[in-house]
């Protein structure tokens, strides 16, 4: 199946802004109760990543798995790209090993959701 590139983008950068809003709307919370903050966090992500993996895969007839890899990789690359933008420089900015410590390695949730999800879809169809 070719991969819809327009929808698999914009999920992607919405996947990126709607947690990042999140963690904005919750900078207080992240100053004086950090691991409160760092609970909020990951759950937030892994819903957003659930309901656009649904939205995403609702239409699909095939190639779930595959699609899966690509979207889940993708997704991730996306976040990791726009946060760099943002972490690099300012009053925001932390080193790449620090950066990935804190933040990156939490966007591995979406390619384990969506392969994960397509995993699924993929056994339904084949059984």
Known sequence: MKI???????????????????S??????????????????????????????YLYFRSMKNGFLKE???????????????????FTWGPMAMSFTDYMKDIGLTYLIYPIVTIGIGYLLEKRLTS
């Open 4 to 22: 819809p590139y327009l929808k698999a983008l914009a999920f992607g950068f919405l996947l990126w802004l709607v947690p990042f809003a999140i």
């Open 24 to 53: 904005i709307a919750l900078s207080q919370i992240r100053s004086t109760d950090r691991i409160f903050f760092e609970t909020i966090m990951p759950v937030a992500i892994t819903l957003v990543v659930v309901a656009l993996s």
């Open 68 to 86: 899966g890899v690509v979207i889940g990789i993708l997704w991730f690359v996306i976040s990791i790209i726009l946060d760099l933008l943002m």
